[in-house]
T-cell receptor, first 113, second 108 residues
Framework: EAAVTQSPRSKVAVTGGKVTLSCHQTNNHDYMYWYRQDTGHGLRLIHYSYVADSTEKGDIPDGYKASRPSQENFSLILELASLSQTAVYFC????????????FGSGTRLTVL | GQQVQQSPASLVLQEGENAELQCNFS?????LQWFYQSPGGSLVSLLSNPSGTKHTGRLTSTTVTKERRSSLHISSSQTTDSGTYLCAIEDSGTYQRFGTGTKLQVVP
């Protein structure tokens, strides 16, 4: 069974603080993704990666950085958290290309105060 | 970029009724997937159907590529089908874009 694990499950951060969301997959997948979900907007892609030590911008990358230190791990970094970044964040992985099924983590609920 | 529109936004059915969910997209799709999001938030892929008709269990998806639309038919709905159904499209890029979903509620 494909497995994508996110941590933490929820987090409260202060405006201007640094937040790091972590994702670990045991699927041996090349591709990993970070999406955010807001009411009324569905899921929107922030960053993705198809190989370790390389990341690519998605549709809404502003205010976010990503890091892929290994095939298994993919982090999303908010250097200066803002109120507008309050959302649920999902990590996903897929095999070789996004034509394959996306396997999602359980999500991280981030609240920025 | 690719625009994905889903309708209806929400739907309430009596148990046993059928559901028809729609997904329209703005440019050619090389991949199309339907996902289910549970009320608790977890996301799972239901099926992949970039063209033609595909069945799995009580689900049938029909995608008409040249008309840029796909449907998901749920037969004999059950209360456990309640949740949000999301359509995701990949065009010539390398990632999938999601619609805003259809929230389905099946009541006994």
């Amino acid at each position: 069974e494909a497995a994508v694990t996110q941590s933490p499950r929820s987090k409260v951060a202060v405006t201007g603080g640094k937040v790091t969301l972590s994702c670990h997959q045991t699927n041996n997948h090349d591709y990993m993704y970070w999406y955010r979900q807001d009411t009324g907007h569905g899921l929107r892609l922030i960053h993705y990666s198809y190989v370790a030590d390389s990341t690519e911008k998605g549709d809404i990358p502003d205010g976010y950085k990503a890091s892929r230190p290994s095939q298994e791990n993919f982090s999303l970094i908010l250097e200066l958290a803002s109120l507008s970044q309050t959302a649920v964040y999902f990590c996903a992985s897929s095999d070789k290309s996004s034509a394959e099924t996306l396997y999602f983590g359980s999500g991280t609920r981030l609240t920025v105060l | 970029g690719q625009q994905v529109q889903q309708s209806p936004a929400s739907l309430v059915l009596q148990e046993g009724e059928n559901a028809e969910l729609q997904c329209n997209f703005s440019s050619t799709a090389t991949q199309l997937q339907w996902f289910y999001q549970s009320p608790g938030g977890s996301l799972v892929s239901l099926l992949s159907n970039p063209s033609g008709t595909k069945h799995t269990g009580r689900l049938t998806s029909t995608t008409v590529t040249k008309e840029r639309r796909s449907s998901l038919h749920i037969s004999s709905s059950q209360t456990t089908d309640s949740g949000t159904y999301l359509c995701a499209i990949e065009d010539s890029g390398t990632y999938q874009r999601f619609g805003t979903g259809t929230k389905l509620q099946v009541v006994p």
